[in-house]
């Protein structure tokens, strides 16, 4: 049996870690156990701490505030997760923008809430509900020097029905994110 070993980071409300910890951490996929050995948020106050914690997992807490530039945050990023022995690192709500500093040492994925290239950014879900494109969708890719934009994993599309509300929109997407980001998990962990 082999185990393989997810950091998570996070820095909002932390569903996406939740769904990560719920449906992978400490469960068999044919031959291979994946453990979560690091949960990391930049912020003190991120509702995805009391997630972690009932799984019994202390977050690390990096305010990126207290350091003095992109590069020295990133280099204590990467400490942690070289620390934790983790050969996956997942970015679910994780924002900040990475510099070579991170995206060079360590082999990483991300969430996010459009059907990329489109509406890259922070602001992808109002952009791709406000735009007259009949679907929405996620996406998960490679994190790369270029924000939003490493070679993309996996997606998924649904249709936006008439009169749908940006609520139920946005739930639609975060539905979707729950699912597709721990499938794809398991599907990098249990091929390498
Ligand atoms: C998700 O919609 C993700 O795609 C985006 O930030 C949100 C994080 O949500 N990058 P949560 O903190 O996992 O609930």
């Known amino acids: 049996m082999a185990v393989k070993k997810l950091a998570v980071l996070f820095s909002g409300g932390g569903s996406n870690l939740e769904a990560i910890l719920q449906k992978l951490h400490g469960k068999t996929f044919g031959e291979t156990k994946i ?17 972690a914690a009932k799984f ?54 991300n969430l996010h809430p459009s059907l990329l290239p489109l509406f890259k950014g922070a602001h992808a879900i ?26 993309i994993i996996a997606q998924r599309a649904f249709e936006k029905s008439a009169g749908m509300s940006f609520e139920a929109y946005e739930t639609k997407i975060h539905e979707i994110e729950h699912e597709l980001l721990p499938q794809v998990v398991v599907e990098i962990l249990c091929q390498s």
């Open 56 to 109: 019994g997992l202390q977050s690390v807490i990096l305010n990126h505030k207290d350091f003095a530039s992109r590069e020295e945050f990133d280099a204590a990023l990467v400490r942690e997760i070289e620390k934790s022995g983790a050969e996956l690192t997942v970015l679910a709500g994780f924002m900040r923008i990475l510099t070579p500093v991170f995206t060079s040492r360590v082999r990483a994925i």
């Open 126 to 151: 109002e952009q791709s509900f406000e735009s007259d494109m009949k679907v929405g969708g996620v996406s998960v890719h490679w994190v790369s020097e270029e924000l939003d934009g490493g070679a």
């Open 35 to 51: 453990e979560v050995v690091l949960t990391l948020s930049n912020k003190a106050d991120a509702g995805g701490i009391a997630k």
